[in-house]
């Protein structure tokens, strides 16, 4: 049972209590009339829907859901392999306008950015790393393409058709104009230089790995953005995989 439906679960667990309570109310309410009374078989009925009718459509609903739940999961089992991966949805872009990842951006004990030069992406979102990172709470890791290594750039320039001093130029651009900036302001910030060519973006959050995958020809195009909750088996690997990574690679000191 996933989260959602758990949730489902035992609010109408509570609900269907709360029926129980305000029966036993009614019953009691009850012993005020005479049984002619005309309140006296308001109540009775009221206490009659509320401790059966109520209480059994609750059950009745509970099994439902979990009948039709079962037969998702036999007609679409690909429903089942999504719960096991903790795969939760599939965006276009990173999905920071949602309201629990954006929180998640924001307070995160673990925070993780893989990309190849990551320009677009600090700078389009430059207002939330700086509510972020003005906090000071917690430390956010960047991991971005090792600009002194020549063999690389001159790979990465030629696959995607730019002059050899394209990329380096533009992490150093992204260096100086982010990184240095929040290392001058004291900022809990490292960045990771990373020597082998990215097969994938990756933002790792303390509830959510989120990855993006390059395309193979050269171009700038769209590609889908593969959200994991922590619950399922592919976040662990993902931690495990940016943390060998970071191990690897060249830690930047703008001394």
């Known amino acids: 049972m996933n989260r959602c439906s758990k949730e489902e679960f035992w609010k109408k667990i509570a609900c269907m209590l709360a029926f129980v309570v305000a029966g036993c109310a009614c019953l009691v309410i009850t012993t005020c009339f005479e049984q002619n009374n005309v309140f006296y078989k308001f109540f009775q009925t009221m206490a009659t829907a509320f401790l059966v009718s109520a209480p059994l459509s609750i059950i009745l609903s509970i099994q439902s859901d ?11 089992p690909i429903n089942k392999k999504c719960a096991q991966y903790g795969l939760v949805d599939i965006r276009e872009h990173f999905p920071l306008n949602d309201k629990e990842i954006k929180t ?3 307070h995160s004990k673990k925070f993780y950015l893989v990309m190849n030069d990551g320009k677009s992406f600090i700078s389009g979102n430059n207002a939330l790393f700086n509510e972020r990172l003005s906090q000071e709470l917690h430390e956010t890791n960047v991991i971005l ?3 002194n290594n020549t063999a690389l750039m001159t790979l990465l320039s030629k696959r995607n058709h730019h ?3 394209y990329y380096p130029a533009k992490i150093k651009e992204v260096i100086s104009y982010h990184i240095d900036e929040w290392l001058r302001k004291d900022y809990k910030v490292k960045l990771y230089l990373n020597d082998d060519y990215n097969t994938m973006s990756i933002l790792l959050l ?14 700038i195009d769209e590609v889908p953005h593969l959200v994991f909750k922590k619950e399922g088996t592919e976040y662990d690997k993902i ?5 060998k990574l970071c191990k690897k ?4 000191n703008n001394d």
Not at 239 to 243: A, E, G, P, R
Not at 249 to 252: F, R, V
């Open 66 to 76: 979990n009948s039709i739940s079962r037969i998702f999961d036999n007609v679409f």
């Open 104 to 106: 998640e951006f924001i």
């Open 145 to 147: 393409l090792n600009y």
């Open 163 to 165: 002059e050899e001093s």
């Open 206 to 219: 303390d509830g959510f790995a989120i990855i993006s995958l390059y395309r193979e020809a050269a171009g």
């Open 239 to 243: 931690y495990n995989d940016v943390m």
């Open 249 to 252: 690679s060249e830690k930047y």
